[in-house]
């Protein structure tokens, strides 16, 4: 059954000329618009907004305008607290656990990993564990938020229960994500941001939105048998990372595992199957996240050097196609935003663009321009 606010968007019909390029800027007015209209403080909004046109410019297009929507509900029906600010519960001189008081999951994660770095400084690692927290958009952009500070940065979350363990036909963990930046020369710097499972549920719901199917390996339905319908994938479950037993998926699994132990089990907060359910405000998130930071120069000297010098070996090596030259983690993301600056613009499917309009005009803020 549809949402109230999908519900309301269905009475609008958007008008056939609608663009799908936009400038970075007037997509985050858009998103800040939309955020501030529910009743969300400007701050909190900003913190919002920075992190999902960064998803969008890098070209993680399941995280950006896409989960917008997801946000301005939970706000919109008060089952997040968009005015929330995080505090520190307990801490020593290299850790801390946070509460995030039901806050916007990139206001906790800015928190937690500015807070983790300030104890790297001082002491070489900061570790942060943080519970009542939401969505938090790309897990990359926390880890990249220490690099900037000269720091090797990691970031994990928790999720909705979405994958399935290993043999089993129904979902027990979440997507997962973890994320590890670290610094190279002249700002040449390694982020890897990946789920522990196969593809991001938000990759299967960008695919249902085109009304394309997913690759086999990505899901499985209710039957626990893999799938190529996006919209069976969604009402099943995801398979974790490797896919099947028989491509290693339980080394997806066990990621999963990691993940969670880190997060809900760490900080206290909801884990594995007790968190609620993909996209139900029923009640609070309560997510469980972890953020890390480590300051390089308290080991060997001329780490950025060696980053450097192992991503361009691996960059230089024959590939097998020629046309798929050997790439390090953060290139894809480099290779995109390097192509929205050329182009002046982030292009969107235009299903995207249609929904975004419709959201406008319920929420009664301009649409994108």
Known sequence: MPSTLAQEKDKFTPPENLTTKYAPEEVHRYMLDCMTVVGTPKPQALALADVLLAADTRGHFSH???????????????????????????????????????????????????????????????WVCARGSNHYGIAGWYAMRATKEGMLGMSFTNTSPLVAPTRAKKAALGTNPLALAAPGKNGDDFVLDMATCVVAVGKIEVERRKEKPIPEGWAIDKEGQPTTNAAEGMSGALMPLGGPELHSGYKGYGLGMLVEIFCGIMSGGQYGPNVRRWMQTDREADLGQCFVAIDPTFFAPGFEDRMSDLMGHCRDMEPTDESKPVLAAGDPERTHTDKVKTEGGITYHINQIKDSWKLAKVLGVKPME
Do not use: W
């Open 64 to 126: 950006g305008l896409n989960r917008l929507e997801m946000y301005v509900n939970d706000v919109r029906q008060g089952v997040c607290a968009g005015d929330a600010v995080p505090t520190i519960t307990k801490e020593s001189v290299s850790t801390a656990l946070v509460n995030g008081h039901n806050g916007l999951g990139p206001v906790v994660g800015n928190f937690c990993v500015d807070l983790a770095v300030k104890k790297a400084k001082e002491t070489g690692i900061g």
